[in-house]
Structure formats: structure tokens, C-alpha cells
């Protein structure tokens, strides 16, 4: 199982990006699927995860702001991220807790 990772970039505090992360292969049903992030000099948080029912939770500070779904069709996760604020930038990681597979990460940047 693969995992590509895409959709970051360059915007500014309070707009919104969409990440994308497709799998290789139809795991969305068979495994939690998490997104972390790691920002320059920080551990590596977790940042949502969702159950193979399709459930999802957020870390506290990404509540309300942040929302993960799936597309079974297209073997493909999302993180749409609103709200933007200078702390959530960092590099963003998809991740099969099944089959132990991270994606290469993109890179969001929130910056005026």
C-alpha cells in the first residue's frame, strides 16, 4: 500500500486548503486513517483520525476548523483546513494505521 500525500501551499492566516492523500489500493474501509503534522523544531502531533466507519476526531486546537472525510470510490482521504492561523503551519502526513504506510507529506504554509 502507497500512500501519496498533495495540496499544500502558501496561504494566508484565515483562508482555507484542501489536503488530499490516495491510497494505492482500497484500505479506507479496512484501516484508521490518521493526518499529523510536524512543524520546524516540534514533535510530530496528530492532527485528525477516522475510524473505518468513517468517523472522525480532531486535536483540540484544529476543532471546529478542520474536517477529515474519505472517498471510498477514489481511495482517497481529505483534510479541509479553514481558518488558517500561522501555528498550523507545518509538514502534513497521511497515515495507514493498518498497513503501517505515511504518505511524503506537504507542506502548508499560513503566512501574510
Known amino acids: 500500500v502507497q500512500l501519496q500525500a498533495s495540496g499544500g501551499g502558501l496561504v494566508q492566516p484565515g483562508g482555507s486548503l484542501r489536503l488530499s492523500c490516495a491510497a494505492s489500493g482500497s484500505i479506507l474501509g479496512a484501516s484508521v486513517m490518521t493526518w499529523y503534522r510536524q512543524a520546524p523544531g516540534k514533535e510530530l502531533e496528530l492532527v485528525a483520525i477516522?475510524?473505518?466507519?468513517?468517523?472522525?476526531n480532531y486535536r483540540d486546537s484544529v476543532k471546529g476548523r478542520f474536517t477529515m472525510s474519505r472517498d471510498n470510490a477514489k481511495n482517497t482521504i481529505f483534510l479541509q483546513m479553514s481558518s488558517l492561523k500561522p501555528e498550523d503551519s507545518a509538514v502534513y502526513y497521511c497515515n495507514s494505521v493498518r498497513y503501517n504506510t505515511w504518505g511524503q507529506g506537504t507542506l502548508v504554509t499560513v503566512s501574510s
Open positions: 477516522m475510524t473505518t466507519d468513517g468517523s472522525a
